[in-house]
Nanobody
Framework: QVQLVESGGGLVQPGGSLRLSCAVSGLRSLRSDDYAIGWFRQAPGKEREGVSCMSMNEGSTTYYTDSVKGRFIISRDNAKNTVYLQMNSLKPEDTAVYYC???????????????WGQGTQVTVSS
């Protein structure tokens, strides 16, 4: 059973930065050709949306939704079995609960992942 635990959320002023972490367990190795890890977010009254995702194979294919391109960076530390989302130049519209998720398949921004973390709140406000 794959388990994911997010951390790193909080309150930050517009223009600030946060780094979210997603600790992954239950995979034999984070270097899995079969899996993808994604970051999603859900703001109050809105649908959950894909923010960024990465394939766990050596090619590490990545995806970013248009609204975060150039500001967010997804990365991973295989030794720590952790995937990160570095969020820079944060805007109030980035406020949401952020979730990491895993799926046995290629990357996708769609909400079709098999395993989900509990979420971490990110609030961007002055």
């Amino acid at each position: 059973q794959v388990q994911l635990v997010e951390s790193g959320g909080g309150l930050v002023q517009p223009g600030g930065s946060l780094r979210l972490s997603c600790a992954v367990s239950g995979l034999r190795s984070l270097r899995s050709d079969d899996y993808a890890i994604g970051w999603f977010r859900q703001a109050p009254g809105k649908e959950r949306e894909g923010v960024s995702c990465m394939s766990m194979n050596e090619g590490s294919t990545t995806y970013y939704t248009d609204s975060v391109k150039g500001r967010f960076i997804i990365s991973r530390d295989n030794a720590k079995n952790t995937v990160y989302l570095q969020m820079n130049s944060l805007k109030p519209e980035d406020t949401a609960v952020y979730y990491c998720a895993a799926r046995n398949g290629p990357i996708s921004p769609r909400v079709i992942y098999d395993y989900w973390g509990q979420g971490t709140q990110v609030t961007v406000s002055s």
